[in-house]
């Protein structure tokens, strides 16, 4: 079965939206802790929110069968680009 599809910015200054997609018919579980998911994982069920550095990671479950786990890191990044003063 096909792996999820974790979309969204991967690079973001205040937050960003992420959003998922598997086979037709299938369940998608996630986490954000960066722990392996499972079908006890959260139900995606629609767009959520970042604000902070995040690693997702998501199965697609069907009859039973589960996918290869996706992963898709999201990283925060401070508005001071680095540069020190004009």
Same mark, same amino acid.
């Given at each position: 079965m096909t792996s999820p599809s974790i979309n969204g910015n991967t690079s973001?200054?205040?937050s960003t939206q992420? +959003?998922? %997609?598997?086979? !037709?018919? $299938?369940e998608i579980h996630y986490t954000t802790?960066? +722990?392996t998911?499972? $079908?006890e994982s959260a139900l995606y069920s629609? $767009?959520?929110t970042l604000s902070a550095t995040t690693t997702v990671k998501a199965i $697609?479950?069907? !009859?039973?069968? %589960? +996918?290869?786990v996706a992963s898709r890191v999201f990283t925060k990044s401070s508005n001071d680009d680095g540069m020190g003063q004009d």
């Open positions: 973001f200054t205040e992420v +959003s998922m %997609s598997g086979p !037709d018919g $299938a802790d960066g +722990s998911p499972t $079908a629609e $767009a959520f $697609a479950i069907k !009859d039973g069968q %589960s +996918s290869e």
